[in-house]
């Protein structure tokens, strides 16, 4: 079978195009060729954690491999195991270990796996070693607290075990996650979602983790008690005697109809606690304006489980990123389903930044996967 070309500099030309191709090639059994890779990077180029990504899912899949190596613009990719079944000659689960050997972010491996783990996998094990609250990455409590919830309410996706054995931050990372999924064979229950009606706002939490001054703490701890529809959360925190980068916040709004928002901010930029609590709530406030269903960080993370599942899905979001427009790109090249945006007529806002769109996407029914 001859590869699909993928071209690694378009749209959104990141690590993302690399993560969602290598996991469609897995499930549909095709080979991929992947060149250009992350070519609108300062650095294009395989890194670390997209080497430690792909390894992973060729170990999974017992891919053969090439151009596996660091800064490397092109890599063909062709699985040849179709089902990752369990360790016989040991009771529990199979366990493979992926470490990033530096800060790169342990929540993008997972992105790339999970897919895989969920629709093929039978009693596994991940072990992610790198950053879990890092830059330019979905934080491991984004994981627990907005991504899986909403696979489960949505999809009906059985909820994923994440254990957070040790935290990672820049620059030295040293994190470790441990990662088991209910396994869904096929498409027996993977059903589409319809996330249409945002509702109101139930409950915020605000939690906080990593390193801070006392003072730093007493301050954010301030900005939380003035809202007091805030439930503050101090997650593996430890106070040290100087300012340090290695901290996170994140907020969380739910609502009565399911839908979870967050935003975070991580404490290096900001010297005292009430700039990190501000900049985390002015994003959060930013993701709640309008008739969005979900935020705009967890916009393209659902596209590839829309893909996925057994019918059609409805999903509303706010304008599209540019992340969001190249998953289904992808989706589409690799998958054949069929996408189809809609802008909210009936709720149209001066603001453009409040608009409204609902994301549909029909799978292909004779498709590989």
């Known amino acids: 079978m001859d590869p699909i070309e993928i071209d690694g500099s378009i749209l959104e030309g990141g690590g993302q195009i690399l993560r969602n191709c290598v996991a469609y090639s897995v499930l549909s059994m095709r080979p991929i060729y992947i060149h250009s890779i992350r070519g609108n990077r300062k650095n294009p180029g395989l890194q670390l954690q997209h080497l430690t990504g792909i390894l992973l899912a060729a170990q999974l899949s017992e891919a053969i491999v090439s151009g596996l190596e660091k800064n490397s613009l092109t890599l063909t990719f062709q699985p040849t195991r179709p089902q990752i079944s369990m360790d016989k000659t040991n009771a529990g689960p199979k366990t493979y270990v992926a470490e990033i050997s530096s800060a790169g972010a342990c929540t993008l491996v997972l992105q790339l796996a999970l897919p895989i783990v969920l629709y093929k996998a039978t009693n596994l094990q991940i072990i992610v070693k790198g950053g879990t609250n890092v830059p330019l990455s979905p934080s491991v409590d984004y994981l627990q607290r907005v991504l899986f919830p909403t696979l489960s309410f949505a999809f009906s996706i059985p909820g994923v075990n994440l254990s ?9 990372g040293g994190g470790e996650l441990h990662v088991t999924g209910h ?5 027996q229950g993977w059903k589409p979602c319809t996330i249409l009606d945002k509702g109101q706002i139930v409950s915020y939490e605000a939690i906080f983790t990593g390193c801070c001054t006392q003072q730093f703490l007493s301050e954010l701890t301030s900005q939380v008690s003035r809202r007091p529809q805030y439930v503050l959360l101090c997650e593996d925190l430890h106070i040290v005697a100087k300012h340090t980068s290695q901290s996170q916040l994140l907020l969380v709004a739910r609502t009565d109809t399911g839908c979870i928002f967050g ?10 606690g009430e700039k990190l609590f501000r900049s985390a709530e002015k ?5 709640l304006m309008g008739r969005s269903c979900v935020d705009e960080y967890l916009q393209d993370q659902l596209i590839v489980y829309m893909a996925l599942a ?5 999903v509303r979001t706010g304008p599209l990123t540019l992340h969001t427009r190249t998953a289904i790109h992808f989706a589409q090249v690799m998958t054949g389903a069929i996408f189809n945006i809609k802008r909210d007529e009936d709720k149209l806002d001066c603001d ?6 609902v994301i549909t996407c029909d799978p292909c029914t004779s498709g590989d996967i």
């Open 263 to 272: 935003a975070s901010a991580l404490g290096g930029k900001y010297q005292n």
């Open 283 to 287: 994003v959060l406030l930013k993701q």
């Open 183 to 187: 396994t869904i064979q096929g498409r």
């Open 310 to 314: 057994k019918g059609q899905s409805n």
């Open 164 to 172: 957070v054995v040790k935290r990672g931050f820049m620059p030295a």
């Open 352 to 357: 453009q930044s409040h608009e409204s769109y």
